[in-house]
T-cell receptor, first 113, second 111 residues
């Protein structure tokens, strides 16, 4: 596609519910990144894929967070047993490689009630 | 102390003014990004640089590796430039996507 597409755009989840957030990167982009942005804060790194390999997951805040990119294109960020502190905008970005710029999606705003 | 500091936090300018946003960082880096975020969350990547200066239209980004400092300049500012501008660095030992973000500078350009 022309850009990075994220869905859903908004998600309201009840505390304890599992959620899945989807990212469709630009076709052919090998690198894919997930970031979490709390209200009024800058984004924070969660995890990074190169093709289907998850090369860095050091930013995932707990084992309730899990990301996958099984075929090296679409990625899903799953949050199990959501908590209120998980409320944030989840941003996905993709890149053609290490020496290229990033293209960000519009984000998924998750609200846990 | 944050590893990436931006100044000012908020900036109001009149249309046509020359604007400078500063970013200082305390870690060794392999790249620095300037990003633009509009209300509603969408982020646009403006520049990625590791040395020198880059220019795109009315935007200019500079970096001084020795001083660990970067600036984003906007010439002939316009109300449509109103947004949050975010500086982010990739640490020298970090993976490609492991960026450290500043808190952003909120720019408002008045007509």
């Amino acid at each position: 596609g022309a850009g990075v597409s994220q869905s859903p755009r908004y998600k309201v989840a009840k505390r304890g519910q599992d959620v899945a957030l989807r990212c469709d990167p630009i076709s052919g982009h090998v690198s894919l990144f997930w970031y979490q942005q709390a209200l009024g804060q800058g984004p924070e790194f969660l995890t990074y894929f190169q093709n289907e390999a998850q090369l860095d997951k050091s930013g995932l805040p707990s084992d309730r967070f899990f990301a996958e990119r099984p075929e090296g294109s679409v990625s899903t960020l799953k949050i199990q047993r959501t908590q209120q502190e998980d409320s944030a905008v989840y941003l996905c970005a993709s890149s053609a490689g290490q020496y290229y710029g990033y293209t960000f999606g519009s984000g998924t705003r998750l609200t846990v009630v | 102390k944050n590893e990436v500091e931006q100044s000012p936090q908020n900036l109001t300018a009149q249309e046509g003014e020359f604007i400078t946003i500063n970013c200082s960082y305390s870690v060794g880096i392999s790249a620095l990004h300037w990003l633009q975020q509009h209300p509603g969350g969408g982020i646009v990547s403006l520049f990625m640089l590791s040395s020198g200066k880059k220019k795109h239209g009315r935007l200019i980004a500079t970096i001084n590796i020795q001083e660990k400092h970067s600036s984003l300049h906007i010439t002939a500012s316009h109300p449509r430039d109103s947004a949050v501008y975010i500086c982010a660095v990739r640490g020298a030992g970090g993976s490609q996507g492991n960026l450290i973000f500043g808190k952003g500078t909120k720019l408002s350009v008045k007509p």
